[in-house]
């Protein structure tokens, strides 16, 4: 069955660091691009960051670049968020998503596949 499982996530000190991952099972991952959304309460799911099948385009949302990385490892059908000098404003439920394209794309309605997600915390 295909599935997309987050893990990585938790509560953490303002100024702190997490690293989310995302492990891919089933044929969602090789050739797929794969993005970060995050929804705080009461807020819309927005993107964080994407990044396509061969790795070669990255997209950062505004107000994590510099602060969040994303990357995958095609060997093992993981995707990764490494999260540096969070802030209070990060704190969210961060979900998994990717879409049966190489290219990336920036909208919620352009991914297919969603992980269950996973509450980030920050305390400041």
């Known amino acids: 069955q295909a599935q997309l499982v987050e893990s990585g996530g938790g509560l953490v000190q303002a100024g702190g660091s997490l690293r989310l991952s995302c492990a891919a099972s089933g044929p969602i991952f090789r050739g797929y691009a794969m993005a970060w959304f995050r929804q705080a309460p009461g807020k819309e799911r927005k993107l964080v960051a994407t990044i396509s099948s061969s790795s070669g385009s990255t997209y950062h949302e505004d107000s994590v670049k510099g602060r969040f990385t994303i990357s995958r490892d095609n060997a093992k059908n993981t995707v990764y968020l490494q999260m540096n000098s969070l802030k209070a404003e990060d704190t969210a439920v961060y979900y998994c998503?990717?879409?049966?394209?190489?290219?990336?794309?920036?909208?919620?309605?352009?991914?297919?596949?969603w992980g269950q997600g996973t509450q980030v915390t920050v305390s400041s």
């Open positions: 998503a990717s879409r049966p394209y190489s290219n990336i794309r920036f909208k919620v309605e352009d991914y297919d596949y």
